[in-house]
């Protein structure tokens, strides 16, 4: 005999002389397996109740109409959970439990409609919320609420009909040359923090100004700074295969963040003295043994190194004692290494790759605007092509790969 498909359950009259329907089906929301039982007087009045039934599961209905904007954020949370980084969930669930619950929650889902969803996103606005953080408020509800579509929870998505306030794009603060020299000398100076002989403290510092010479080499996200290991350093280039996340080791942000950085020999050369100093304190004080597996920007007792840690016990008091723009974050450096390169001539296609970018676009995107004389530059090219004559010494190289 064929086996029945949840849904199409079994007829049968009990002991009582009532019918009974009873069947298997899969909750919508919770993906749990749930028995669904329907009696009657008769047949007939069966029949009836069970289409009825089973158009409400079609619809899914059944689920939703007791379930609200608070129950499927929750739901949404336990099932997205497995499939995304550690970092990613957590700021799904700050902005569900800070945003979205408090103004929207007691909703019922199947009734949540466009205008109160707008009004939500308007008055975060209005409260002072930056418009970034409201669009990645609105780009996280809408993510939600796809797959309650996608679990048939409700028909459309009612933030598809929203629009997020305007956002202003604004270049990213990078350091010219001199500045860069000034922090790198005031960073391995370091004295903007108290005179000591700790061996641990000042064993961090000289890890700190290491990775800060590291970082404006090379381009690298914090996280992946920090979960290096000797071996990712091979030949002169800088393999990038891990990155921090929360407390723990995961790999990279994107598949294109995967890449090898060939780095320059003066940061070599300071990750050569930092690799003897780092042995040196090891041997001196045995709180770890150095291997290949071991981590390039290890803390005084060997772990991790946490990024709100170097931020505030170095970090913020070196930008102030250096004169840095106010503004100016650790992940300015990538925007800080790309410009320098961009205008000292090297192909937009190599500096793509050495961030780690998907494309020559988002680099552009990023970047462009940042990159100062090279307009000017194509101006006296295009003189040269019209008049003639050969091309200035001066000018630039290109920046974009030929068609």
Same mark, same amino acid.
């Given at each position: 005999?064929?086996?029945?498909?949840?849904?199409?359950?079994?007829?049968?009259?009990?002991?009582?002389?009532?019918?009974?329907?009873?069947?298997?089906?899969?909750?919508?929301?919770?993906?749990?397996?749930?028995?669904?039982?329907?009696?009657?007087?008769?047949? +007939?009045?069966?029949?009836?109740?069970?289409?009825?039934?089973?158009?409400?599961?079609?619809?899914?209905?059944?689920?939703?109409?007791?379930?609200?904007?608070? +129950?499927?954020?929750?739901?949404?949370?336990?099932?997205?959970?497995?499939?995304?980084?550690?970092?990613?969930?957590?700021?799904?669930?700050? /902005?569900?439990?800070?945003?979205?619950?408090?103004?929207?929650?007691?909703?019922?889902?199947?009734?949540?409609?466009?205008?109160?969803?707008?009004?939500?996103?308007?008055?975060?606005?209005? #409260?002072?919320?930056?418009?970034?953080?409201?669009?990645?408020?609105?780009?996280?509800?809408?993510?939600?609420?796809?797959?309650?579509?996608?679990?048939?929870?409700?028909? /459309?998505?009612?933030?598809?009909?929203?629009?997020?306030?305007? /956002?202003?794009?604004?270049?990213?603060?990078?350091?010219?040359? *001199?500045?860069?020299?000034?922090?790198?000398?005031?960073? *391995?100076?370091?004295?903007?923090?108290?005179?000591?002989?700790? +061996? #641990?403290?000042?064993?961090?510092?000289?890890?700190?100004?290491?990775? %800060?010479?590291?970082?404006?080499?090379?381009?690298?996200?914090?996280?992946? %700074?920090?979960?290096?290991?000797?071996?990712?350093?091979?030949?002169?280039? %800088?393999? /990038?295969?891990?990155?921090?996340?929360?407390?723990?080791?995961?790999?990279?942000?994107?598949?294109?963040?995967?890449?090898?950085?060939? %780095?320059?020999?003066?940061?070599?050369?300071?990750?050569?003295?930092?690799?003897?100093?780092?042995?040196?304190?090891?041997?001196?004080?045995?709180?770890?043994?150095?291997?290949? +597996?071991?981590?390039?920007?290890?803390? #005084?007792?060997?772990?991790?190194?946490?990024?709100?840690?170097?931020?505030?016990?170095?970090?913020?008091?070196?930008?102030?004692?250096?004169?840095?723009?106010?503004?100016?974050?650790?992940?300015?450096?990538?925007?800080?290494?790309?410009?320098?390169?961009?205008?000292?001539?090297v192909p937009v296609k190599a500096v793509s790759e050495r961030l780690g970018h998907s494309n020559v676009s988002v680099t552009l995107s990023k970047y462009a605007g940042l990159i100062h004389g090279i307009e000017e530059q194509a101006a006296v090219v295009m003189d040269d092509v019209i008049r003639g004559t050969e091309p200035a010494d001066n000018y630039l190289p290109a920046t974009q790969d030929s068609d």
């Amino acid at each position: 005999m064929k086996r029945r498909r949840n849904g199409e359950g079994s007829y049968y009259r009990g002991l009582d002389g009532i019918y009974v329907f009873s069947c298997r089906y899969t909750d919508a929301v919770t993906g749990e397996p749930k028995r669904k039982t329907i009696t009657a007087a008769t047949r +007939d009045k069966l029949d009836t109740k069970v289409v009825e039934w089973q158009e409400k599961v079609k619809m899914r209905n059944m689920q939703s109409e007791h379930v609200t904007v608070d +129950d499927w954020c929750r739901q949404f949370l336990v099932n997205v959970k497995p499939s995304v980084k550690e970092k990613t969930y957590k700021n799904y669930e700050g /902005i569900i439990r800070k945003h979205i619950i408090p103004a929207i929650g007691k909703i019922r889902l199947d009734k949540l409609t466009p205008a109160q969803v707008q009004n939500m996103i308007n008055n975060l606005h209005a #409260s002072g919320l930056a418009p970034v953080s409201v669009a990645t408020v609105r780009r996280a509800l809408s993510i939600c609420l796809n797959q309650a579509v996608a679990f048939r929870l409700i028909s /459309i998505n009612p933030v598809n009909a929203t629009k997020a306030p305007r /956002i202003e794009k604004k270049l990213p603060i990078v350091l010219n040359q *001199e500045q860069i020299i000034r922090l790198l000398e005031t960073a *391995e100076v370091c004295d903007f923090l108290p005179q000591t002989d700790d +061996d #641990s403290r000042l064993y961090l510092r000289k890890c700190y100004y290491t990775a %800060l010479c590291l970082a404006i080499d090379s381009g690298c996200r914090i996280g992946e %700074l920090l979960a290096l290991r000797w071996r990712d350093l091979t030949d002169g280039r %800088l393999y /990038i295969s891990r990155a921090l996340e929360g407390s723990k080791i995961g790999t990279p942000k994107t598949a294109n963040s995967y890449r090898a950085i060939t %780095l320059s020999r003066s940061v070599l050369a300071i990750l050569k003295e930092w690799h003897d100093y780092q042995a040196a304190y090891c041997d001196k004080w045995g709180f770890w043994s150095m291997t290949g +597996d071991s981590l390039i920007f290890a803390n #005084s007792w060997g772990n991790l190194v946490y990024p709100q840690n170097l931020s505030k016990r170095w970090w913020k008091p070196l930008l102030k004692a250096a004169g840095m723009p106010v503004g100016f974050h650790w992940h300015n450096l990538r925007a800080t290494m790309a410009t320098q390169l961009l205008q000292g001539g090297v192909p937009v296609k190599a500096v793509s790759e050495r961030l780690g970018h998907s494309n020559v676009s988002v680099t552009l995107s990023k970047y462009a605007g940042l990159i100062h004389g090279i307009e000017e530059q194509a101006a006296v090219v295009m003189d040269d092509v019209i008049r003639g004559t050969e091309p200035a010494d001066n000018y630039l190289p290109a920046t974009q790969d030929s068609d």
